[in-house]
């Protein structure tokens, strides 16, 4: 885990002013914001991306295309595009990144990581080919495109299949809501 410095944030997800490193700020569980970024194609898929092995959290698990910590002095979206940049090689702009909300994820582990991200999420749409992307090895195990009904199917059995992060599944299903409203399906 790279220990870059991070903006803290208050409870109810407001910037107080002090910076923390990432290891102390998932220590002491201090409130902070994450940029989440995902992907889908004009044909209805969304592409997931599968967590390296080597990740802390929820290793080799599927889940938002590119995610990560928003670094002291970025605004949500610069931190949204250099993820993008880092996790895949891929170039967006802001004004492709449509803002859907933010949502709260307060969650504790056993090994001694306490999160307390705000997640701030985006939809855009994926413009090249998924063999255009090269995905960052340190990050991400595998990418891939699912459509709209397996995306459900895996989703309606995340409690055995081991696929997706059982615990978002209220936050997986109002992504997938909104990029179907998106492209008008």
Same mark, same amino acid.
């Given at each position: 885990?790279?220990d870059e410095l991070i903006?803290? &944030?208050?409870?109810?997800?407001?910037?107080?002013?002090? @910076? &923390? *490193?990432?290891?102390?700020?998932?220590?002491?569980?201090?409130?902070?914001?994450?940029?989440?970024?995902?992907?889908?194609?004009?044909?209805?898929?969304? *592409?997931?991306?599968?967590?390296?092995?080597?990740?802390?959290?929820?290793?080799?698990?599927?889940?938002?295309? @590119? &995610?990560?910590?928003? /670094?002291?002095?970025?605004?949500?979206?610069?931190? &949204?595009?250099?993820?993008?940049?880092?996790?895949?090689?891929? /170039?967006?702009?802001?004004?492709?990144?449509?803002?859907?909300? @933010?949502? /709260?994820?307060?969650?504790?582990?056993?090994?001694?990581?306490?999160?307390?991200?705000?997640?701030?999420?985006?939809?855009?749409?994926?413009? @090249?080919?998924?063999?255009?992307?090269?995905?960052?090895?340190?990050?991400?195990?595998?990418?891939?495109?699912?459509?709209?009904?397996?995306?459900?199917?895996?989703?309606?059995?995340?409690k055995t299949n081991l696929?997706?992060?059982?615990?978002?599944?209220?936050?997986?299903l109002t992504v997938l809501?909104?990029?179907?409203?998106?492209?008008?399906?």
């Amino acid at each position: 885990m790279a220990d870059e410095l991070i903006d803290i &944030a208050n409870k109810k997800g407001q910037f107080t002013g002090d @910076v &923390a *490193l990432k290891s102390e700020v998932h220590k002491k569980g201090l409130y902070h914001h994450t940029a989440h970024v995902w992907l889908y194609t004009l044909e209805g898929e969304i *592409l997931l991306q599968q967590r390296a092995k080597t990740k802390a959290i929820h290793p080799l698990l599927w889940d938002v295309s @590119v &995610a990560g910590h928003v /670094d002291s002095g970025e605004t949500i979206k610069q931190g &949204a595009l250099r993820e993008m940049k880092e996790e895949l090689g891929y /170039d967006l702009e802001e004004s492709d990144l449509i803002k859907i909300g @933010v949502f /709260d994820c307060f969650k504790s582990y056993d090994f001694g990581i306490i999160d307390n991200e705000f997640h701030n999420t985006y939809i855009a749409e994926l413009k @090249v080919p998924i063999s255009q992307l090269t995905p960052c090895k340190t990050e991400v195990e595998a990418i891939k495109l699912v459509n709209f009904k397996t995306f459900e199917n895996l989703l309606s059995q995340s409690k055995t299949n081991l696929h997706f992060i059982e615990s978002n599944k209220a936050y997986y299903l109002t992504v997938l809501k909104t990029i179907k409203q998106q492209l008008a399906l």
